[in-house]
């Protein structure tokens, strides 16, 4: 059965576009999925994220279950409200989901992980603990005796949104870094995101979150799907889990080698297999010279020292920001900056440039 958010009343009332997402009822556009996604890049948009899953590991072996649990080193986070991006990984070194763990203190730590693989997760995460007979709890915050609700607000204007509708939650987050999180009463406000923009993602009880909604929107918060989420989070050159990564991808080939930890002594699931296998394909962008769409599974063709070799998209999509086709691809090892590669589109090949997997971000092209 279709799995519904505490927002969805408020999206149908909405008149907004509903698709199925990993099981979930959710808003693809509420109109014009281009004008959302350049609110978000030139003022604020804002997105029910209530399906993604916040998990609450708390106990005195909490921090020695995420050292092992997951590929970057909790060891990182001192200070109470910093988050870490990682992901945890199989005895093979795949990728069984991508996730943010925020710290709170060395006892209580807060992991979200992706909607469509909470089970799993969840799942996962009990049977680790059993095999290493840790004392924590794992509480799952999406339902039970005290759900949650997330809300993403983010462009340039995002933050002052928030402290118009939210101002008891001004002066605990107008000093907050990037990727920080604080409870202020019954919110928990973050400075992450999808897309590239600043802004914030809160949390809070799961009752509140329509009003709340509302509140953002009548303040002139642009109410955005999920067709502008998934633009806006490839403009900015972040993974998306299914597409991008899986249980048969290492993440070493899925540009996420920055959050793997392998200088340390400390051992975690799928490091082993890491240090065997190492990395076997680069994680890059394309932005397309020639007409046309770029999409995930589309073949990309490339020479390196004189040798052919093949790669593939990931994700593809027209960026509504660069006003041209972009994808990130896997391709092989060798492969340049600037080096031009052709992409298999309707059995004729295409010319694309290779760019950095980053192509637009705080309201701006960069590729």
């Not at 590669?341 to 295409?350: A, H, M, S």
Request: overall charge neutral; some cysteine; proline content about 3%.
């Amino acid at each position: 059965m279709t799995q519904k958010t505490v927002l969805n009343d408020v999206h149908r009332a909405a008149g907004a576009r509903m698709v199925d997402f990993g099981g979930w009822d959710m808003p693809v556009n509420y109109g014009s999925q281009i004008e959302e996604h350049h609110a978000v890049r030139s003022n604020c948009g804002m997105f029910d994220v209530s399906h993604m899953c916040a998990v609450d590991v708390v106990g005195p072996d909490a921090k020695a279950f995420l050292r092992r649990l997951v590929a970057n080193n909790v060891d990182k986070l001192k200070t109470p409200g910093k988050a870490l991006y990682s992901a945890m990984l199989n005895e093979a070194g795949g990728v069984v989901d991508d996730l943010i763990i925020y710290y709170l203190n060395d006892t209580t730590f807060r992991v979200v992980i992706n909607a469509g693989t909470a089970t799993k997760d969840l799942a996962w995460m009990a049977a680790r603990q059993k095999d290493w007979g840790l004392n924590l709890t794992i509480t799952e915050r999406r339902d039970g005796n005290a759900p949650l609700g997330m809300i993403a607000v983010q462009g340039p204007n995002a933050k002052a949104k928030v402290w118009e509708v939210l101002p008891q939650v001004k002066t605990a987050t107008e000093g907050l870094g990037p990727f920080f999180g604080v409870q202020v009463g019954e919110y928990f406000v973050a400075t992450t995101g999808y897309t590239g923009e600043e802004g914030f993602e809160i949390a809070l009880p799961a009752a509140q979150a329509a009003d709340l909604w509302r509140k953002l929107h009548a303040a002139g918060v642009a109410q955005c799907g999920l067709g502008a989420r998934d633009t806006l989070r490839l403009e900015a050159g972040m993974n998306l889990y299914g597409n991008d990564m899986d249980e048969t991808v290492s993440p070493l080939d899925a540009g996420l080698a920055w959050t793997v930890d392998l200088k340390s002594e400390r051992d975690f699931v799928g490091k082993a297999a890491l240090l065997a296998n190492g990395q076997k394909a680069q994680f890059l962008g394309l932005v397309l010279l020639d007409k046309g769409v770029l999409r995930g599974h589309q073949k990309v063709f490339a020479e390196v020292n004189g040798t052919a070799g093949e790669g593939e998209i990931t994700s593809g999509t027209f960026s509504p920001t660069l006003q041209q086709s972009i994808a990130l691809a896997r391709l092989p090892m060798g492969v340049a900056i600037n080096d031009t590669v052709e992409v298999e589109i309707r059995d004729k090949r295409l010319k694309a440039k290779v760019v950095k997997p980053v192509f637009a971000r705080n309201g701006k092209a960069v590729a």
